[in-house]
């Protein structure tokens, strides 16, 4: 890891695949925990856009609220007693939860270099938003490794996703959509998908309508092969990172959601 990470995590997703049981087996178990590592790199969570919002008082909380607080603070005036803390409120800022979607494209070679990249990028929507976030892979089908409102422990969802292979075609427009409909489950106050994929459709459908319905869009392509996500961000006005291996992921996903 210290000599070559890209190369190491590669080694170790080809690995997870390997013909013998033990081998296997260990694999699968350290790649998870490992992958998990990479990922806690920067902040745990997308900062969002804060608002001024009504709170429950706290002592540490900030300025009471005194126009909300009115009725607790004249019933103990009446009353010659103090104030009951349970009435007051308390206006600060209050930033909104953060939902993501990762989209992850199967549709070519996953071994290796692919698959690392794709189980990092799990990891690190994982350990960004653990409590909501979903995990689709996608080819002609998308499977939903983990979805939006399903609780799933993050190193069976990074195995999940390496024990994943690629082939097929590619529907961007309708992995895009389901993409769409898995944020939906959830009440965030900002839902960003993360699409990880060179962008080149093959099959019918329209992406660009479909990424036009998302609220955030977020593409980390592949450095060498990036063209068709360049023009695609352009198309969509979805922020574009691009990457040399699994390694760089979890700066990716810093630089693109803004973090």
Same mark, same amino acid.
Request: net charge negative; glycine share 8%.
């Given at each position: 890891?210290?000599?070559?990470?890209?190369?190491?995590?590669?080694?170790?997703? /080809?690995?997870?695949?390997?013909?013998?049981? =033990?081998?296997?087996?260990?694999?699968?178990? *350290?790649?998870?925990?490992?992958? +998990?590592?990479?990922?806690?790199?920067?902040?745990?969570? !997308?900062?969002?856009?804060?608002? *001024?919002?009504?709170?429950?008082?706290?002592?540490?909380?900030?300025?009471?609220?005194?126009?909300?607080?009115? /009725?607790?603070?004249?019933?103990?005036?009446?009353?010659?007693?103090?104030? &009951?803390?349970? @009435?007051?409120?308390?206006?600060?800022?209050? =930033? !909104?939860?953060?939902?993501?979607?990762?989209? #992850?494209?199967?549709? $070519?070679?996953?071994?290796? =270099?692919?698959?690392?990249?794709?189980?990092?990028?799990?990891?690190?929507?994982?350990?960004?938003?653990?409590? &909501?976030?979903? #995990?689709?892979?996608? @080819?002609?089908?998308?499977?939903?490794?983990?979805?939006?409102?399903?609780?799933?422990?993050?190193?069976?969802?990074? %195995?999940?996703?390496?024990? +994943?292979? $690629?082939?097929?075609?590619? &529907?961007?427009?309708?992995?895009?959509?389901?993409? $769409?409909?898995? *944020?939906?489950?959830?009440?965030?106050?900002?839902?960003?998908?993360?699409? *990880?994929?060179?962008?080149?459709?093959?099959?019918?459908?329209?992406?660009?309508?479909?990424?036009?319905?998302?609220?955030?869009?977020?593409?980390?392509?592949?450095?060498? &092969? /990036?063209?068709?996500?360049? %023009?695609?961000?352009?198309?969509?006005?979805?922020?574009?990172?691009?990457? /040399? @291996?699994?390694?760089?992921? !979890?700066?990716?996903?810093?630089?693109?959601? $803004?973090?």
């Amino acid at each position: 890891m210290m000599e070559d990470a890209d190369e190491t995590l590669s080694l170790l997703a /080809d690995l997870v695949s390997a013909t013998d049981p =033990k081998l296997r087996e260990l694999a699968r178990r *350290l790649a998870g925990r490992l992958m +998990l590592d990479v990922s806690r790199r920067g902040k745990a969570k !997308p900062r969002g856009i804060g608002k *001024l919002a009504k709170q429950r008082y706290r002592p540490d909380g900030g300025d009471i609220d005194i126009d909300a607080s009115m /009725d607790a603070i004249v019933e103990a005036r009446a009353a010659r007693e103090a104030v &009951d803390p349970d @009435g007051l409120f308390l206006r600060g800022w209050v =930033k !909104p939860h953060t939902a993501l979607c990762l989209l #992850v494209d199967r549709s $070519g070679s996953m071994g290796g =270099k692919p698959l690392a990249t794709a189980a990092v990028a799990a990891a690190s929507v994982a350990w960004r938003s653990p409590e &909501d976030y979903s #995990v689709l892979c996608f @080819g002609k089908d998308v499977i939903v490794v983990k979805s939006q409102d399903v609780s799933k422990d993050g190193e069976k969802v990074v %195995n999940d996703v390496l024990a +994943l292979r $690629g082939f097929g075609t590619t &529907d961007l427009a309708g992995a895009l959509t389901i993409a $769409g409909q898995q *944020l939906a489950r959830t009440r965030a106050g900002r839902k960003i998908t993360v699409l *990880l994929s060179d962008c080149r459709a093959t099959e019918e459908g329209d992406p660009v309508a479909a990424a036009k319905g998302l609220e955030e869009l977020v593409i980390i392509a592949p450095k060498e &092969d /990036d063209e068709e996500a360049v %023009n695609f961000a352009a198309r969509t006005g979805a922020r574009l990172v691009t990457i /040399d @291996g699994p390694s760089e992921v !979890p700066e990716a996903i810093t630089q693109a959601l $803004g973090d």
